[in-house]
Every structure is written in structure tokens, then in C-alpha cells.
């Protein structure tokens, strides 16, 4: 009864963090391609949630050229156990050699500031919920996602 929503907990913060998007010239948006009426609750603790959003967000934005744009996706896999968030930036926010940066969020040669500590929060959160979480390059345009198990009693 307390799995928090995927979907609400990310069209909360889009909704909360557009004016400081739009005020660095990036623009953000979203899209929900699941099913109407259902809630889309998580394995997960609605405050961490929050926070690892937040982050993977801000990660996205304080690397975001002006003009460029944040895309949200979020979408319910075929088999109905995961659920998954994509952050789509229209220019890449790391390049090819940083692009297993979950690997080697904490190895002798990462340089450990605040970003880096932020993004090993999303890794062991998600880990510890038992999903996944990684970065992926499309061409000139990058990736953030994630994959949660959804709770299967929370379907209405």
C-alpha cells in the first residue's frame, strides 16, 4: 500500500522542476506510454524515488547545452513486471568512454564530487529495489534509464 507510483512521482517533479529547466534554456517534457487507469507502483520507498529522480534530472540538466532538451518516457514492459524510466537528452550528456560510468562510479580513477556520490546513490538504491539502471548512447543523443519491478497487487 505504500509503493509509491512511478508515473505521479515523475509527473510531480516535471511539473516542479520545469521553470528551473526552462531558466537554463533546456527544455523538458514527458511521455507515459501505459495502460489508462492503472497506477504504476513500484518495489521502492516513495522518498528515495523522489531523490533519484531528482538526481538522474539534475545530472541530465547540469550537463545539458542551452537550446537542448530533456525528454522523460516512461513506459510498462510487455510482461507486465517492470516498468521503465528513459531521461532522452537531444545532445549526449557523456561521451563514448564514460558511458559504463555505473561501472566505475567509485574505481581509483573517477574523481569523487558530488555528481559522482549522487549518481552511486541511484545505483545502490536501484540495485537494492532489485532493478537496473545505466546510461546508453543513441548517435549525438544520450540516455539515462532505469527499470523498476512494479508491485502487481497495486493494479486498480
Known sequence: ATAPDLVA??????????????SR???LSMECVVAPGQRY???????????????LMHVALRRAPQGSTIHLRVLATDDGGW???DLNESVASLREDEVDIFDHLLSSEALLHKAV???????????RWGGEIGYRLDG???CWWLR?????????
Open 41 to 55: 507502483q513500484v518495489v521502492g520507498h516513495q522518498a528515495r524515488l523522489d531523490q533519484l529522480l531528482s538526481t
Open 83 to 85: 516498468i521503465q524510466l
Open 140 to 142: 549525438d543523443r544520450g
Open 117 to 127: 556520490l549522487a549518481l552511486y546513490f541511484c545505483k545502490i538504491t536501484v540495485e
Open 25 to 27: 534554456s533546456v527544455g
Open 148 to 156: 523498476l519491478r512494479r508491485v502487481r497487487s497495486a493494479e486498480v
Open 9 to 22: 512521482a515523475a509527473r510531480a517533479l516535471v511539473k516542479a522542476e520545469l521553470d528551473h529547466f526552462l
